[in-house]
């Protein structure tokens, strides 16, 4: 791999050189405590501390609302809606970001692969971000907190700068139009790189790995937790819409007023809502409230073949974003039969 | 729908006319579709146990198995249950009138495996449909396979699907070793067999260890019929059964027919729908 050095005195200016390569979206402070990501104009406005932002990057790969066709209802038609996907840069992904987005491309470029996603995925760069684990946290488990590819960059934190890692053509491409933003890598860079990674596995909540969870799940699936954690949910669907590789999704024609015209859309879903399992003739395969919180442990535990991890990314986005404060880390670590103590 | 868009797209439609409707009983009717591209229409094939997303124009899309033969190019038939929204505009259609189609997804029946074996059938109720398409292929590839016989059961009479079809050709069908038992549960006036599919198993002409079975029907009829299946004989092994979701996009993506447990988790559409023995006892929530 290729390792260059941007100095902490450059970044900004790298961040405006971003911009030459399309629209940069990066995450920005939205309120006294949650960050989102957007297009940004004013490069001082971009967080890099952020932890989470509330909305995961697959929004610019699957928008939570797209019209697929347009429908012409005289003609009998469905014309596919294409339009021109603009190059973006997305700036500050963490890695267990760019692990799920990965997921997703498993999923949406497989033997049928999806020409809207396939668009946005190849007109997108990505420049990763390294970071601190909070309490949420849990990449480490799922051994995801490390990414050897999915990135065109990938920026480590180091006290001068940051140690950036080159991940793709698009990424050289990058550095070598921009000769005076970076330059080599020496020795302390290296040892600063090391105490980063130390301090980061130091700093995760439980240690250890989850590659056993599933079976111990489906072992599990009558526990008298999953009675008492369903009971608290809401149903609300927070936790599969701020799920970095959640991408369950529903379709609808929409005619328009006076019956000429009309769009075929596709919009996020939830596994968390009662229709999700719905079929002909009214059966619900998942008709109680528990089957579909089970459900949820269940996908995001199961393994995801082609990349070797589970659906799961360990984010802490569910847990973080969750109005009835269900921890989903803890409820795993428990049915794991790990004792959980708060502090 | 034809040639308007990208080809690579795989969620667009291609037109095809409704040729022929018929009614089957008051809730299902069956329809003869054509494609309206020449080329498309005379190459279109798919395997026994596959389905097709139909579309109403303006209306929505629906997930329904094929239930004709391969062997058979140029058309293809679907079985369509009057069951909601969609299907219930499909029951408005007449000949002539156009649908959107795409397809076919899923894996089907693995009938290369099934030859020179015996072929057992056993469907409850809507599930006939598609185990005529591989009881159609089974007729059309005649000497590729040993004794047939067809299970259909129903609660009446009245809603037993292709009853006439399958009643039309009982006789010169076993001499032709093909035995077809039609069963009904609960409906009194019936003047031939009765009770459960399970139940007439064991009048099979079929040799238990020399038979593929393929089983579709309600998820809470599986595991007698497995039981009544073992009981006579038959191997686990070369049992198939065909599942039902409300598959949205048929192609793996958009995660309304996930299924399975944390250990199996499959997208009915693109995995299934058609699954062995096996996966199903050592998974919950498949059926």
Same mark, same amino acid.
């Given at each position: ?27 920005? !402070?939205?309120?006294?405590? =949650?960050?989102?990501?957007? %297009? ?12 989470? &932002? ?7 790969? @699957? ?17 596919? !809606?294409?339009? %021109?996907?603009?190059? +973006? ?6 890695? *267990? ?33 390294? *970071? ?13 907190? =490390? ?34 933003? +970076? ?9 600063? +790189? ?6 980061? #596995?130091?700093? =995760? ?16 699936? #009558? ?16 936790? &599969?819409? &701020?799920?970095? &590789? ?18 075929? @859309? ?45 659906? *799961?990314?360990?984010?802490?986005? *569910? ?6 404060? @269900?921890?989903? #880390?803890?409820?795993?670590?428990? @049915? ?8 | ?45 798919? /395997? ?21 033969? $391969? ?58 449909? $598609? ?51 039609? /069963? ?104």
């Amino acid at each position: 791999m290729r390792y260059v050095k941007i100095k902490g005195d450059k970044i900004y200016e790298f961040l405006e050189r971003l911009k030459n390569y399309g629209k940069l979206y990066a995450p920005v !402070k939205i309120s006294e405590k =949650f960050y989102d990501r957007k %297009e940004i104009d004013d490069v001082g406005e971009i967080a890099f501390d952020y932890q989470r &932002t509330i909305m995961p990057a697959k929004k610019y790969f @699957i928008p939570p609302c797209e019209e697929m066709f347009e429908i012409d209802m005289e003609e009998n038609e469905y014309r596919e !809606k294409l339009e %021109e996907v603009e190059p +973006f840069v997305i700036f500050g992904m963490h890695a *267990c970001e760019i692990v799920a987005l990965r997921i997703l491309d498993g999923v949406y470029l497989n033997e049928y692969p999806d020409i809207y996603y396939e668009r946005r995925r190849k007109a997108g760069i990505i420049i990763g971000l390294s *970071c601190l684990p909070d309490e949420y946290c849990f990449c480490n488990l799922r051994r995801t907190d =490390f990414v050897d590819i999915g990135f065109d960059l990938f920026l480590h934190e180091l006290p001068d700068g940051y140690l950036a890692r080159v991940g793709s053509p698009k990424g050289h491409k990058i550095v070598d139009e921009n000769p005076d933003i +970076f330059e080599e890598v020496r020795q302390e860079d290296i040892d600063a +790189f090391r105490a980063f990674e130390e301090k980061r #596995q130091e700093m =995760f909540k439980f240690k250890g790995n989850f590659d056993n969870i599933r079976y111990i799940l489906e072992l599990t699936m #009558q526990d008298k937790l999953w009675d008492e954690e369903s009971e608290k949910c809401l149903g609300c669907g927070n936790c &599969t819409m &701020t799920c970095p &590789t959640c991408r369950c999704y529903d379709v609808q024609d929409i005619p328009e007023i006076g019956g000429k015209k009309g769009k075929r @859309i596709r919009f996020w879903d939830s596994c968390q809502f009662r229709s999700h399992g719905l079929v002909a003739g009214g059966h619900n395969f998942r008709e109680t409230k528990r089957d579909r919180f089970l459900n949820r442990y269940i996908c995001k535990n199961s393994y995801f073949y082609p990349l070797g991890t589970s659906y *799961c990314v360990g984010c802490g986005n *569910c847990t973080y974003f969750c109005p009835a404060n @269900i921890d989903f #880390q803890e409820n795993l670590m428990k @049915i794991r039969g790990r004792e959980v103590i708060h502090e | 729908m034809n040639n308007m868009n990208n080809m690579n797209n795989v969620y667009s439609l291609y037109k095809c006319r409704v040729l022929r409707v018929y009614d089957l009983t008051e809730e299902e009717k069956l329809f003869l579709f054509r494609f309206e591209d020449a080329e498309i229409a005379e190459t279109w094939t798919f /395997t026994p146990g596959q389905f097709v997303q139909l579309t109403i124009t303006g209306l929505g899309e629906v997930p329904i198995s094929i239930c004709s033969s $391969p062997m058979r190019r140029g058309f293809f038939e679907l079985c369509i249950k009057k069951a909601g929204r969609v299907t219930d505009k499909i029951h408005e259609l007449q000949p002539g009138d156009v649908v959107g189609v795409r397809g076919p997804y899923g894996n089907g029946f693995p009938v290369q495996e099934f030859e020179e074996k015996d072929l057992l059938l056993i469907a409850c109720g809507i599930g006939m449909a $598609p185990l005529r398409s591989v009881f159609m292929y089974a007729i059309d590839n005649r000497w590729k396979f040993g004794n047939i016989t067809v299970i259909n059961s129903a609660k009446t009479g009245k809603r037993l699907l292709f009853r006439k079809e399958l009643e039309a050709m009982r006789d010169v069908a076993e001499a032709e070793n093909i035995r077809i038992i039609q /069963t009904i549960t609960r409906d009194p006036d019936w003047p031939g067999r009765v009770g459960r599919a399970q139940e007439h198993i064991k009048y099979a002409n079929t040799s238990p260890e020399n038979a593929y079975v393929c089983v579709c029907g309600p998820p809470q009829a599986y595991h007698d019929i497995f039981t009544k299946l073992i009981e006579n004989g038959y191997n686990p092994r070369n049992i198939y059964v065909t599942l039902e979701r409300r598959m949205k996009c048929g192609v793996g993506k958009c995660g309304h027919c996930i299924a399975g447990s944390s250990t199996f988790l499959k997208y009915i559409c693109i995995d299934g729908p058609v699954f062995g023995y096996y996966d199903i006892i050592s998974t919950p929530g498949l059926i």
